[in-house]
C-alpha cells in the first residue's frame, strides 16, 4: 500500500488552526514559533484568533500575504509530529501554496527557505492583485475541453484574459482571470458559475508582476534532492530533480494547477491512502471525488488525527 501526503493550499484556513497541534507537541510549536519569529506579523494571534485588535479575525486571516504563511506553518509543523514518529510518504504533492509544504516536508527545501518564499510569494501576489484586479470562479458540472475551448474563445475576443486555473476535480474546475473575461467565460459555459471572493487572478498572466520578484527568492535558496518523489501540479507528473522543481516552481505562479491529474498518477503509481497534512479536509474531498478506487482519505493536521496515523 503506498501512502501519499498531500499538503493543502488557500482556502483550508479557519482561525484556530494549528494551536492544538501548539499546546500538545513541543515539535510542533518549535515550527510555530520560529515562523512567527521570521514574520512582520503577529502570525500565531492571527492563526489562533488571539489578537484582540483584529475585529474580523477570519477576514484577516483570509489575507494572502498572512494565509500562505500560515497553511505552510501549519502543514509543516503537523509533519514535524509525524516525521518525530517515523511516518513518511512513499509520495508527496501540495495544491499550490501547498507545493512548498510538500517540497520542505520530505526535504527539498529547509523549513527556514520554504518559509522565506511563502512569505514574500504571498505579498508579491498580494501586490499583484492590487495592480491589476482580477477575479476567479468556480466552475461545476463542465468538462475540462469545454472550459478551456471557452477561456481560448474569450481571450481571443480580445476582452481580457481567463484560463483555467485550478483542475480540482471531474467537474470542479476554476477559471481565472480579467474580470469581465470570468464573466464572459461563465456566460458560455455550460455549468454552473460561482465567484470567488479571493483577492486577485492567482494562476493567470495577472499574476505576471510577482514573477520577477518570486524568481529572485527562489534563484536564491538551496533545493535538494527529496526524499520522496514529488508530483507537481504543472506538470502533474513525479521528480526528484532539484532543477525541475525550481523551474517548475516559477512556472506554478500563473499555470494551471493540475491536482486531479496528479492525483490519478500518484494513484497510478501505486497510492492507495492519501493523508491531507495541515489544515482543513479539502484535498480529502477532492481525492474522493477523482477516484472511484477505493482509497483511503485520512486527515493530519489535529492531534486526534495524528495520534491515529503513529498508533
Given at each position: ?8 493550499g488557500?482556502?483550508?484556513?479557519s ?5 492544538a497541534?501548539?499546546?500538545?507537541y513541543?515539535e510542533a ?10 514574520m512582520?506579523?503577529?502570525l ?10 483584529v475585529?474580523?479575525?477570519d477576514e ?16 509543516l509543523a ?9 511516518v513518511?510518504p512513499?509520495?508527496a504533492?501540495?495544491?499550490?501554496l ?8 520530505v526535504?527539498?527545501l529547509?523549513?527556514?527557505?520554504g518559509?522565506?518564499?511563502?512569505k514574500?510569494?504571498?505579498?508579491l ?11 476567479m470562479?468556480?466552475?461545476?458540472g463542465?468538462?475540462?475541453?469545454e472550459?478551456?475551448?471557452?477561456c ?5 475576443e ?16 476554476v477559471?481565472?482571470g480579467d474580470?469581465?473575461?470570468?464573466d464572459?467565460?461563465?456566460d ?7 465567484p ?13 508582476y510577482a ?5 529572485e ?5 538551496g533545493?535538494q534532492?527529496?526524499?520522496c518523489?514529488?508530483?507537481l ?10 532543477d ?6 516559477l512556472?506554478?505562479l500563473?499555470a494551471?494547477?493540475?491536482w486531479?491529474?496528479?492525483?490519478r498518477?500518484?494513484h ?17 474531498g ?16 489535529t ?7 503513529v498508533?
Amino acid at each position: 500500500m503506498g501512502t501519499a501526503f498531500l499538503f493543502p493550499g488557500q482556502g483550508s484556513q479557519s482561525v484556530g488552526m494549528g494551536h492544538a497541534l501548539f499546546e500538545q507537541y513541543p515539535e510542533a510549536r518549535e515550527r510555530f514559533e520560529a515562523a512567527h519569529a521570521a514574520m512582520d506579523v503577529d502570525l500565531l494571534a492571527l492563526m489562533f484568533g488571539t489578537d484582540t485588535s483584529v475585529s474580523d479575525p477570519d477576514e484577516a486571516l483570509k489575507q494572502t500575504a498572512v494565509t500562505q504563511p500560515a497553511l505552510y506553518t501549519h502543514s509543516l509543523a503537523a509533519m514535524a509530529v509525524l516525521t518525530s514518529h517515523g511516518v513518511t510518504p512513499d509520495m508527496a504533492a501540495g495544491h499550490s501554496l501547498g507545493e512548498y509544504s510538500a517540497l520542505a516536508a520530505v526535504g527539498a527545501l529547509s523549513f527556514e527557505d520554504g518559509l522565506r518564499i511563502v512569505k514574500r510569494r504571498g505579498e508579491l501576489m498580494a501586490e499583484a492583485g492590487e495592480r491589476r484586479p482580477g477575479s476567479m470562479a468556480a466552475v461545476l458540472g463542465a468538462e475540462d475541453e469545454e472550459i478551456e475551448a471557452v477561456c481560448t474563445a474569450v481571450t481571443d475576443e480580445g476582452d481580457g484574459v481567463v484560463q483555467p486555473a485550478n483542475f480540482n476535480a471531474p467537474g470542479q474546475i476554476v477559471i481565472s482571470g480579467d474580470a469581465e473575461a470570468v464573466d464572459a467565460a461563465g456566460d458560455r459555459i455550460s455549468g454552473r458559475t460561482i465567484p470567488l471572493p479571493v483577492s486577485g487572478a492567482f494562476h493567470s498572466p495577472l499574476m505576471d508582476y510577482a514573477r520577477d520578484g518570486l524568481a529572485e527568492v527562489i534563484d536564491a535558496v538551496g533545493i535538494q534532492r527529496p526524499s520522496c518523489p514529488v508530483y507537481l501540479n504543472v506538470t502533474a507528473e513525479p521528480t526528484t530533480d532539484p532543477d525541475e522543481i525550481r523551474t517548475r516552481l516559477l512556472e506554478q505562479l500563473n499555470a494551471p494547477v493540475r491536482w486531479a491529474q496528479s492525483v490519478r498518477t500518484m494513484h497510478r503509481d501505486g497510492a492507495t491512502r492519501f493523508v491531507e497534512v495541515g489544515a482543513g479536509t479539502v484535498l480529502q474531498g477532492l481525492v474522493r471525488r477523482t477516484l472511484d478506487a477505493d482509497v483511503e482519505t485520512v486527515g493530519g493536521g489535529t492531534p486526534e488525527e495524528i495520534s491515529a496515523l503513529v498508533d
